[in-house]
Nanobody
Framework: QVQVVESGGGLVQTGGSLRLSCAAS????????MGWYRQAPGKQRELVAR???????NYADSVKGRFTISRDNGRNTVYLQMNSLKPEDTALYYC???????????????WGQGTQVTVSS
């Protein structure tokens, strides 16, 4: 069994900051890519940022320069530092991790339950 759990969401004013964390635990042999996605009411889930095991990153254009993704491979954790938040960043933020549970390297994508971020104007 593998669990992926997000934390750090909350209510913040426009221009404020939040830091999200996501920890994977359980039967983990290796984690490849990890990422953050978000879904606002009435909209499709969209990529916010992803990071490879080696630290290469990519971001949605809407968050470039404001959000920073990072990871701690030893702790199986990925972070999302969000600065200069805007009302349009309001969404449920999900963590995603590509995980192999043993040395056969069969990877599965796991999702967390999501953490709510609300930015007030």
């Amino acid at each position: 069994q593998v669990q992926v759990v997000e934390s750090g969401g909350g209510l913040v004013q426009t221009g404020g900051s939040l830091r999200l964390s996501c920890a994977a635990s359980g039967s983990i042999f290796r984690i490849n890519d990890m990422g953050w996605y978000r879904q606002a009411p009435g909209k499709q889930r969209e990529l916010v940022a992803r990071i490879t095991r080696g630290g290469s990153t990519n971001y949605a254009d809407s968050v470039k320069g404001r959000f920073t993704i990072s990871r701690d491979n030893g702790r199986n954790t990925v972070y999302l530092q969000m600065n200069s938040l805007k009302p349009e960043d309001t969404a449920l933020y999900y963590c995603n991790a590509e995980i192999a549970s043993d040395s056969r390297f069969y990877y599965t994508y796991y999702w967390g339950q999501g953490t709510q971020v609300t930015v007030s104007s």
